[in-house]
């Protein structure tokens, strides 16, 4: 079983509203990042962390922003919800480049 | 960037009967390639992985095989199990990042 965490595990929040989804790993790993998956499943990186104080957007633009002040916290934030913005998104973390990601349950927001 | 193409999108078999799934990437850069399962409500689950330097892979019921010169790779199932219904994910990665594939799901008809 992996040790990543994230909540809330479901989201339902009005339109403008700030909100930050927690991921959290006791693993030690160095590497993070959140993907974002859309109905279709598909998983589309938005970003990604090297380690404490890194953080480096993904492939999928995303309005969002992340922080990573601890090796084991990557949070990520909008500013502004917007109806679009929903979605499910992943963290996971691995212990170096091209190893095993471990992925957390997710979290389901829905902007309305 | 890598561009990672799965095939098929769904898939039913029969309990007890094999199902494979295909996947080609484009920068042969590429040296690792993990196979994701996921389950209703739950993140993604590494079964099985290869690295580029090994052209098959086998654990138990699952196999993965890798082209490189062709650059793809299949995950085979053998006798499948209702428990065996999820969605899988092949994914490549050369550096920073996994590319996935867009997904297949995979339904075990009892």
């Known amino acids: 079983e992996a040790d990543i965490y994230q909540t809330p595990r479901y989201l339902v929040i009005g339109t403008g509203k700030k909100i930050t989804l927690e991921c959290s790993q006791t693993?030690?790993?160095?590497?993070m990042y959140w993907y974002q998956q859309d109905p279709g499943m598909e998983l589309h990186l938005i970003h990604y962390?090297?380690?404490?104080?890194?953080?480096e957007k993904g492939d999928l633009s995303s309005e969002s922003t992340v922080s990573r002040i601890r090796t084991e916290h990557f949070p990520l934030t909008l500013e502004s919800a917007r109806p679009s913005h929903t979605s499910q998104y992943l963290c996971?973390?691995?212990?170096?480049?091209?190893?095993?990601?471990?992925f957390g349950q997710g979290t389901r927001l829905t902007v309305v | 960037g890598e561009n990672v193409e799965q095939h098929p999108s769904t898939l039913s078999v029969q309990e007890g009967d094999s199902a494979v799934i295909k996947c080609t990437y484009s920068?042969?850069?590429?040296?690792?390639f993990p196979w994701y399962k996921q389950e209703l409500g739950k993140g993604p689950q590494l079964i099985i992985d290869?690295?580029?330097?090994?052209g098959e892979k086998k654990d138990q019921r699952i196999a993965v095989t890798l082209n490189k010169t062709a650059k793809h790779f299949s995950l085979h199932i053998t006798e499948t199990q209702p428990e065996d219904s999820a969605v899988y994910f092949c994914?490549?990665?050369?550096?920073?990042?996994?590319?996935f594939g867009a997904g297949t799901t995979v339904t075990v008809r009892a």
């Open positions: 693993m030690g790993h160095d590497k």
């Open positions: 920068d042969s850069a590429s040296n690792y």
């Open positions: 996971a973390s691995s212990d170096t480049w091209a190893t095993e990601a471990f």
């Open positions: 994914a490549a990665s050369s550096d920073y990042k996994l590319s």
């Open positions: 290869i690295r580029s330097n090994v």
């Open positions: 962390s090297y380690g404490v104080n890194s953080t």
